[in-house]
Every structure is written in structure tokens, then in C-alpha cells.
């Protein structure tokens, strides 16, 4: 921040476990797929010493992806910490995916962070900045995180530094665009023949000095006579937007006077401004030329996280209770407090087993600990994913990450970041805590995941895995949900978009080794009699010795929706002996679960029995369950049977340009508008009502109609009767043996 180097790099690979609070900085970088998130963190691991060369995505070679996954699709789909050492501070960088269908590893690193740094690319953000990191900003603005901008890809041909400040304070700035503003200004070498333009260095607007790369080496020049113009009116604007923000009411009446603020003052303002999350500076980083030690702008970078972000200490704690729900106070970022710790992350490691990323809040994690760990029932939208668990514990290794490796730590204190493996069946969002006194941490919301993946085991071998691998994976992972369909029968997992479940899929084979299957989902259907109907079932059958003798005439009729099936005896003169009365029942309840028409359930129709017809000897309760059902099965030849479909109520949020748009493919897929409702920030919520069966990929149809600006949610309402035309086509499909609906 001014504008001077003092690199204090740690070991290549591994940084001391941090002291103090005071000496953390736990800082999340956020920005869309492709912006350059990777290859920074790369740069700032190189300039801090922490790596001797930096490593390319293109090559799968970074320290932060990996996994044979990202290696294979270059690209991140986990969070990843690489922690570095600068300036005496340890500094904790939280690499996350891009990718919408991976927002729950960025929910993690938030919630690991205490400030983020956004990344947006010159090459990709031409108009306006990815929806998604619009919203990731939204949820920082929250909780009063505080925030800078890192623009990238300066160097592509037809990019403008001065168009992506306008178009990061329009789009970040709110209610005051002079919040986001510049610290330092590009300096552009000559185009080439390509149109592009190399990034040779930076110009600092309150030292007014050039941080030159050209030669290789980070070297200060003064400015050329032609840069004096535009760097004073940036400086102006500047130091006015570091004013309005300062504390000293004074200042701004000082500067307005012709007063020339001292630059010490300004640079104290801005930091105190950047820590408190009211102004947010945006500079511009590209990695270090071939041989070089230091990227553009990696230094300011990590001095303005050294000296500008918030330590832990400054952060607000998260809100816990006691397991039983009971109000704690909060905890105190205080190294020989209790401890309070959260497994922000877990994964697996085919040597290791399962390794929890660990964020202390108070107190300090040691190994050889004896903790109380505590996970939730409910997650914070009310869903019950996995049941509540508890369990004394004891911990085992601690070590920091880097990449592949894993360097041992003695002790965790609170603010820093921690792996711990074989944590006993930690789950991530589980707490940590004294074993006699826990508490529980108040969880952070995850996006309920909309999108069905119905799997089978593709051998016997791997059927004897799956259950346990599936439960392995939705623990690490809260943004899926395991389900297992008792109408349909299938193992359902539920994903956040076809990314997402490409990478499920992978990581059952790679890393627990079952093989499976994916198959069309099926939505389960109902069937109802479509009008009233009688039956006989008759079941006679003389083989030598006991036979078998049973008789019964039933009625049907339809009853309202939601009614079930009901059974009426109306049986007079004994004609069926009251001991079988129940096995007529207890047959056409089993033929109705089984179904009549296309194998789906029978709901909602009232089954009297009339008449029947026993034998002294050969009649029994399994003849009479037979004739049950098929009196049943004839019945339902003499009239129609309607099959009814679930109908969901869907809550779409979009802004207002789409709602056209997505009212019209609403209607597209059966659907019924129920209203609209205006909400915050220039966006409507729209309500309907559409048929399940038209809506199991809406999470990706809805991302491409409104450029991955909406979201929406659904909840189950009723069945209602499907429409003939659609109803044949399931019966057809039923009929061939294919899954149909």
C-alpha cells in the first residue's frame, strides 16, 4: 500500500504454524470460472517464496488444483488453501471454483475467510460482472466483509482498465460508486501485431512513483511528463473517496482548503476504510514473466492483504447454542479461550481416510486433544440431509496444507486454519468443542441442490460399496442430498447443475472405486380409477389334498385427492367368513401398491366388498388375498384408468429483465402462474404450479434463460391427473420396459 517491497517469504512449501491471531490473514478469492483465480494465487505463492516456479493451469501443475479431477478438466472444482508468509503474517489464500454448480465449496470459503478478494477478467467481463459473482458480493456486503477487486487479463487485446473500474463501481459500488476506485493505474507496453498490449507495470496514484517491470526486475521511476494528467486527476478522485471515508470529520474541510493531506495519513485512512468493508480498492495483477521472481502487482497485493484486511480478530463470531439449542455467548477470539472450532471442508484421501479442514475460533486445537464434535440435523433452510450426531473424539494429526503435501503443526490457534485427519465421522459444518462444555456452531446456508442423478451399481461389487461410498460423498459435500426413492426405488443424488454431477460421478470411481451406472430419473406417479367399476375375483384351484377356494365381488369409486384407499365390508349372511374379511383387504392393498395400468401405485379410491363365497376346508387367508387382488386387477379392466403426476409449487427469483422470459417457459412446461411478487435489489419472485415430470432440469434450463442470474426452489403440493396424450406415452413407455416418467 506504499508502495514498497520487503518480501518476508517462508520455506518453499511450508509456512510456520502462526502464534497469535494478530499474525493471520484469512483471505477467499472469488470470481467466475476462468478469471484467473488459480494462476494469482500461484503469483502470490511465487513472489511470497512459498514455491520456486509457478505453475500453469494449462499444465495441471498449479499448487492449488491438485486433484486428478481438476488436473483432467483444468480447471477448479474444490476449495483449496495455500497458505504463504509475508511480512510477518501468515496469510491464508482460499482458492474457489468459478463454476456456479460448485457455490458450496465458496460458502465454505467465506465462511473460512475474513475478507475476499474479487477477481474479475478484462477478457470475460467485457459488459458486466458474472451473475454469480454479483451474488457472492451481496452475501459479503451481508455480513460486512471486507472486499478488494483484482482485474486480470489486461493484456487482451481490446480490454480497458478504465472501462472495468466503471464497470466494477456500477456493478459493485451501490448507493457510492466512489467506493470502489483504483489504487493503482496500468502501464501498458507497445501493441503488438496481435493487438495486445503487455502489462509492464503499475503506477501508484498516492506515491505517484512507476513500479516498473519491463527489465525483468520490480524497479520505481518517476512519471513520464504525458502520465502526469490522468495520474492526478486518479489521485484526486482518489484521495477524495479515501476522505469521505475517513474518521476525521476534519480531513475532507483540510482538503477542499488546498491543504496537501500527508501521504502517511491517507494510507492509514485507506486501510482502516478496507477493514471496516466501506471502501473497496481495485488493482490489477498478471503473473511474473518467464525467470522473474515477482508478478505485476503481487506485492501491492499482498501488502494490501498484510496491512489493509482484517486480522480474526476483527471479525464478527459466528452465533452458537448449546446441542440442545439453548443461546451461548459468543465466542472470543482468544488463543487460551475454550475452543470453539468448525470443519469447514472435508475429503477423503485414499492413504489418509477422511481430512477435515478445520477454522478455530477460540481457543487453540493441539493434537492428542479429547473434543467434543457435534453436527446438525437441520440445515439453515430447514432441511434434514442427515441426522443430528455426537461424539467424543480425540485428534489426531494436525498439519497445514500445500497442495498435495501436508506439513505437520504442533498447535492451531484461534484465526488459523487447520487439517485434521481421521477427525472420527466429522462432517463438514460439525463443531468443535470441549467435551465438557460443547456448543454448537449456527450453520451457514447452502443452496438446496434441484437437479436428480438416479444411480445403480454396475456389479455386484460395487453394489456392496455404494451405500457406504454415496454417504462418504454427501458428507463432504453439503450441496448434495442422498435419496432413496421408496415409490420408484432408486438411489437418487440430488446436484447443483451437470458439472457437479460429472464430478460426483468421478470421484465414486476414482477415489472409492464403484463403478456405476447413472439412469433416467423417475417421478413417481400415482393411478386412480377414473370412474366407479365392480369386480370378481375368483380363486379355485384343486390339486390333491387341501385346495384352494376363495370368492369375492368388490365395488370402486373414486374418492376426492389425498383420500388414500378405503376399504368398506359390506359382506351380509356370512357369505365371507369374518376370519378372511381382512385377507380380502390385506390382497387388494398389496395389488394397489403394486399398481394396475403402469405399475405405479392405486390412491384414493373407496373398495367395498360385497358378496363372496367360501369353502369349509379348502378356503384360507392366502386364497382369499389372491381373490382380493383379482377382483381388483378386474375392476379395473371395466373403466379407465388415470394416471396423476406430482405438481410442485416453484418459486422462481429473477431480476425483472427475465420475467417474461421465464413466465413464458413456465407456461411451456404445463405450468400455472399463481402470482408475482416484487422483491429487492430490481427482482421478482414468480410462483407457480408445474408438473414434476417438466421441471427435473430446470436448474440448467433456468441458469441458461437467465444467463445464471435466477434461482429458484420447489416443494411438493399434490397429484393431479396427467393429460391423456402425456399419460399414453407413459403407459407406451411402460409397456416396452423403459423407465418412462
Given at each position: 500500500?506504499?508502495d514498497?517491497a520487503?518480501?518476508?517469504?517462508?520455506?518453499?512449501?511450508?509456512?510456520?504454524?502462526?502464534d497469535?491471531?494478530?499474525?493471520?490473514?484469512?483471505?477467499?478469492?472469488?470470481?467466475?470460472?476462468?478469471?484467473?483465480?488459480?494462476t494469482?494465487?500461484?503469483?502470490?505463492?511465487?513472489?511470497?517464496?512459498?514455491?520456486?516456479?509457478?505453475?500453469?493451469?494449462?499444465?495441471?501443475?498449479?499448487?492449488?488444483?491438485?486433484?486428478?479431477?481438476?488436473?483432467?478438466?483444468?480447471?477448479?472444482v474444490?476449495?483449496?488453501?495455500?497458505?504463504?508468509?509475508?511480512?510477518?503474517?501468515?496469510?491464508?489464500?482460499?482458492?474457489t471454483?468459478?463454476?456456479?454448480?460448485?457455490?458450496?465449496?465458496?460458502?465454505?470459503?467465506?465462511?473460512?475467510?475474513?475478507?475476499?478478494?474479487?477477481?474479475?477478467?478484462?477478457?470475460?467481463?467485457?459488459?458486466s460482472?458474472a451473475a454469480t459473482?454479483?451474488?457472492?458480493?451481496?452475501?459479503c456486503?451481508?455480513?460486512?466483509?471486507?472486499?478488494?477487486?483484482?482485474v486480470?487479463?489486461?493484456?487482451?487485446?481490446?480490454?480497458s482498465?478504465?472501462?472495468?473500474?466503471?464497470?466494477?463501481?456500477?456493478?459493485?459500488?451501490?448507493?457510492?460508486?466512489?467506493?470502489?476506485?483504483?489504487?493503482?493505474?496500468?502501464?501498458?507496453?507497445?501493441?503488438?501485431?496481435?493487438?495486445?498490449?503487455?502489462?509492464?507495470g503499475l503506477?501508484?496514484?498516492?506515491?505517484?512513483?512507476i513500479?516498473?517491470?519491463?527489465?525483468?526486475?520490480?524497479?520505481?521511476?518517476?512519471?513520464?511528463?504525458e502520465?502526469?494528467?490522468?495520474?492526478?486527476?486518479?489521485?484526486?478522485?482518489?484521495?477524495?473517496g479515501i476522505?469521505?471515508?475517513?474518521?476525521?470529520?476534519s480531513?475532507?474541510?483540510?482538503?477542499?482548503?488546498?491543504?496537501?493531506?500527508?501521504?502517511a495519513?491517507?494510507?492509514?485512512?485507506?486501510?482502516?476504510?478496507?477493514?471496516?468493508?466501506?471502501?473497496?480498492?481495485?488493482l490489477?495483477?498478471?503473473?511474473?514473466?518467464?525467470?522473474?521472481?515477482?508478478?505485476?502487482?503481487?506485492?501491492?497485493?499482498?501488502?494490501?492483504?498484510?496491512?489493509?484486511f482484517?486480522?480474526?480478530?476483527?471479525?464478527?463470531?459466528?452465533?452458537?447454542?448449546?446441542?440442545?439449542?439453548?443461546?451461548?455467548?459468543?465466542?472470543?477470539?482468544?488463543?487460551?479461550?475454550?475452543?470453539?472450532?468448525?470443519?469447514?471442508?472435508?475429503?477423503?484421501?485414499?492413504y489418509?481416510?477422511?481430512?477435515?479442514?478445520?477454522?478455530?475460533?477460540?481457543?487453540?486445537?493441539?493434537?492428542?486433544?479429547?473434543?467434543?464434535?457435534?453436527?446438525?440435523?437441520?440445515?439453515?433452510?430447514?432441511?434434514a440431509?442427515?441426522?443430528?450426531?455426537?461424539?467424543?473424539?480425540?485428534?489426531?494429526?494436525?498439519?497445514s496444507?500445500?497442495?498435495?503435501?501436508?506439513?505437520?503443526?504442533?498447535?492451531?490457534?484461534?484465526?488459523?486454519?487447520?487439517?485434521?485427519?481421521?477427525?472420527?465421522?466429522?462432517?463438514?459444518?460439525?463443531?468443535?468443542?470441549?467435551?465438557?462444555?460443547?456448543?454448537?456452531?449456527?450453520?451457514?446456508?447452502?443452496?438446496?441442490?434441484?437437479?436428480?442423478?438416479?444411480?445403480?451399481?454396475?456389479?455386484?461389487?460395487?453394489?456392496?460399496?455404494?451405500?457406504?461410498?454415496?454417504?462418504?460423498?454427501?458428507?463432504?459435500?453439503?450441496?448434495l442430498?442422498?435419496?432413496?426413492?421408496?415409490?420408484?426405488?432408486?438411489?437418487?443424488?440430488?446436484?447443483?447443475?451437470?458439472?457437479?454431477?460429472?464430478?460426483?460421478l468421478?470421484?465414486?470411481?476414482?477415489?472409492?472405486?464403484?463403478?456405476?451406472?447413472?439412469?433416467?430419473?423417475?417421478?413417481p406417479?400415482?393411478?386412480?380409477?377414473?370412474?366407479?367399476?365392480?369386480?370378481?375375483g375368483?380363486?379355485?384351484?384343486?390339486?390333491g389334498?387341501?385346495?384352494?377356494?376363495?370368492?369375492?365381488?368388490?365395488?370402486?369409486?373414486?374418492?376426492?385427492p389425498?383420500s388414500?384407499?378405503?376399504?368398506?365390508?359390506?359382506?351380509?349372511g356370512?357369505?365371507?367368513?369374518?376370519?378372511?374379511?381382512?385377507?380380502?383387504?390385506?390382497?387388494?392393498?398389496a395389488?394397489?401398491?403394486?399398481?394396475?395400468?403402469?405399475?405405479?401405485?392405486?390412491v384414493?379410491?373407496?373398495?367395498?366388498?360385497?358378496?363372496?363365497?367360501?369353502?369349509?376346508?379348502?378356503?384360507?387367508?392366502?386364497?382369499?388375498?389372491?381373490?382380493?387382488?383379482?377382483?381388483?386387477?378386474?375392476a379395473?379392466?371395466?373403466?379407465?384408468?388415470?394416471?396423476?403426476?406430482?405438481?410442485?409449487?416453484?418459486?422462481?427469483?429473477?431480476?425483472?429483465?427475465?420475467v417474461?422470459?421465464?413466465?413464458?417457459?413456465?407456461?411451456?412446461?404445463?405450468?400455472?402462474?399463481?402470482?408475482?411478487?416484487?422483491?429487492?435489489g430490481?427482482?421478482?419472485?414468480?410462483?407457480?404450479?408445474?408438473p414434476?415430470?417438466?421441471v427435473?432440469?430446470?436448474?440448467?434450463?433456468?441458469r441458461?434463460?437467465?444467463?445464471?442470474?435466477?434461482?429458484?426452489?420447489?416443494?411438493?403440493?399434490?397429484?393431479?391427473?396427467m393429460?391423456?396424450?402425456?399419460?399414453d406415452r407413459?403407459?407406451?413407455?411402460?409397456?416396452?420396459?423403459?423407465?418412462?416418467?
Amino acid at each position: 500500500m506504499g508502495d514498497k517491497a520487503h518480501a518476508h517469504p517462508g520455506a518453499a512449501g511450508g509456512v510456520p504454524a502462526a502464534d497469535r491471531p494478530s499474525a493471520v490473514r484469512n483471505v477467499v478469492l472469488v470470481g467466475p470460472s476462468g478469471s484467473g483465480k488459480t494462476t494469482l494465487v500461484e503469483a502470490l505463492a511465487l513472489t511470497a517464496g512459498a514455491v520456486n516456479r509457478a505453475g500453469r493451469v494449462e499444465d495441471g501443475a498449479t499448487v492449488s488444483d491438485y486433484d486428478e479431477i481438476e488436473q483432467r478438466r483444468r480447471r477448479s472444482v474444490q476449495l483449496s488453501l495455500v497458505p504463504v508468509a509475508w511480512d510477518g503474517c501468515k496469510i491464508n489464500l482460499l482458492d474457489t471454483p468459478g463454476y456456479a454448480d460448485f457455490v458450496g465449496e465458496l460458502r465454505a470459503g467465506l465462511r473460512a475467510a475474513d475478507a475476499a478478494l474479487f477477481v474479475v477478467s478484462a477478457a470475460q467481463e467485457a459488459q458486466s460482472v458474472a451473475a454469480t459473482t454479483r451474488a457472492a458480493w451481496e452475501e459479503c456486503a451481508l455480513v460486512g466483509m471486507p472486499r478488494a477487486i483484482v482485474v486480470t487479463h489486461l493484456d487482451t487485446a481490446r480490454t480497458s482498465f478504465e472501462d472495468m473500474t466503471r464497470i466494477c463501481a456500477e456493478n459493485f459500488g451501490g448507493d457510492d460508486p466512489d467506493a470502489v476506485l483504483p489504487l493503482y493505474l496500468p502501464v501498458l507496453g507497445p501493441e503488438g501485431a496481435d493487438g495486445h498490449a503487455p502489462l509492464t507495470g503499475l503506477t501508484g496514484l498516492l506515491s505517484r512513483r512507476i513500479l516498473d517491470h519491463s527489465s525483468g526486475e520490480r524497479t520505481e521511476l518517476p512519471p513520464a511528463p504525458e502520465q502526469e494528467e490522468p495520474l492526478r486527476a486518479a489521485r484526486d478522485r482518489l484521495i477524495e473517496g479515501i476522505i469521505a471515508e475517513s474518521e476525521d470529520e476534519s480531513l475532507m474541510d483540510r482538503y477542499l482548503g488546498g491543504e496537501d493531506i500527508d501521504v502517511a495519513t491517507l494510507i492509514a485512512d485507506l486501510e482502516r476504510a478496507v477493514a471496516r468493508g466501506s471502501f473497496h480498492p481495485v488493482l490489477t495483477a498478471a503473473p511474473a514473466a518467464e525467470g522473474a521472481r515477482q508478478g505485476i502487482g503481487t506485492v501491492e497485493l499482498l501488502e494490501l492483504i498484510t496491512r489493509g484486511f482484517p486480522t480474526p480478530l476483527e471479525r464478527t463470531p459466528p452465533v452458537v447454542t448449546t446441542p440442545s439449542g439453548k443461546p451461548r455467548p459468543a465466542p472470543v477470539c482468544d488463543p487460551d479461550g475454550p475452543l470453539v472450532a468448525e470443519v469447514v471442508k472435508t475429503s477423503s484421501d485414499p492413504y489418509v481416510g477422511r481430512v477435515s479442514l478445520v477454522r478455530v475460533f477460540s481457543g487453540t486445537l493441539r493434537p492428542d486433544d479429547s473434543v467434543h464434535l457435534c453436527g446438525h440435523g437441520l440445515d439453515a433452510t430447514g432441511h434434514a440431509p442427515r441426522p443430528c450426531h455426537e461424539a467424543e473424539i480425540r485428534v489426531g494429526a494436525l498439519t497445514s496444507p500445500f497442495g498435495r503435501r501436508q506439513n505437520a503443526l504442533d498447535r492451531c490457534v484461534a484465526g488459523d486454519l487447520a487439517c485434521v485427519a481421521r477427525l472420527g465421522e466429522a462432517e463438514t459444518g460439525d463443531t468443535l468443542s470441549p467435551a465438557d462444555d460443547p456448543v454448537l456452531i449456527e450453520p451457514w446456508s447452502t443452496p438446496d441442490p434441484l437437479l436428480p442423478l438416479a444411480v445403480r451399481a454396475h456389479g455386484k461389487a460395487d453394489e456392496d460399496k455404494l451405500s457406504q461410498s454415496l454417504a462418504r460423498l454427501v458428507a463432504e459435500d453439503p450441496t448434495l442430498r442422498l435419496e432413496q426413492n421408496p415409490d420408484t426405488g432408486q438411489v437418487v443424488l440430488w446436484c447443483l447443475g451437470e458439472a457437479h454431477q460429472e464430478v460426483a460421478l468421478e470421484r465414486l470411481r476414482s477415489r472409492y472405486g464403484v463403478q456405476v451406472d447413472a439412469e433416467p430419473h423417475r417421478v413417481p406417479l400415482r393411478e386412480t380409477f377414473a370412474g366407479r367399476a365392480a369386480g370378481r375375483g375368483r380363486h379355485v384351484k384343486q390339486s390333491g389334498g387341501h385346495g384352494q377356494f376363495a370368492i369375492c365381488e368388490i365395488e370402486v369409486e373414486p374418492l376426492p385427492p389425498g383420500s388414500g384407499i378405503e376399504f368398506v365390508d359390506k359382506v351380509v349372511g356370512g357369505a365371507v367368513p369374518r376370519q378372511f374379511i381382512p385377507s380380502v383387504e390385506k390382497g387388494i392393498r398389496a395389488q394397489a401398491a403394486k399398481g394396475l395400468a403402469a405399475g405405479h401405485p392405486l390412491v384414493d379410491v373407496r373398495v367395498t366388498l360385497l358378496d363372496g363365497k367360501a369353502h369349509s376346508v379348502d378356503s384360507s387367508d392366502a386364497a382369499f388375498q389372491t381373490a382380493g387382488a383379482l377382483a381388483l386387477r378386474e375392476a379395473a379392466s371395466d373403466t379407465r384408468i388415470q394416471l396423476l403426476e406430482p405438481v410442485c409449487e416453484v418459486s422462481v427469483l429473477v431480476p425483472d429483465d427475465y420475467v417474461g422470459p421465464v413466465m413464458s417457459d413456465l407456461s411451456g412446461r404445463r405450468g400455472r402462474v399463481v402470482g408475482t411478487e416484487q422483491g429487492a435489489g430490481g427482482r421478482t419472485l414468480v410462483r407457480a404450479e408445474v408438473p414434476e415430470i417438466e421441471v427435473g432440469r430446470y436448474a440448467v434450463d433456468l441458469r441458461s434463460l437467465s444467463h445464471g442470474t435466477g434461482r429458484f426452489d420447489r416443494t411438493y403440493a399434490r397429484h393431479e391427473a396427467m393429460p391423456p396424450q402425456i399419460a399414453d406415452r407413459v403407459r407406451t413407455e411402460s409397456a416396452n420396459g423403459s423407465p418412462g416418467a
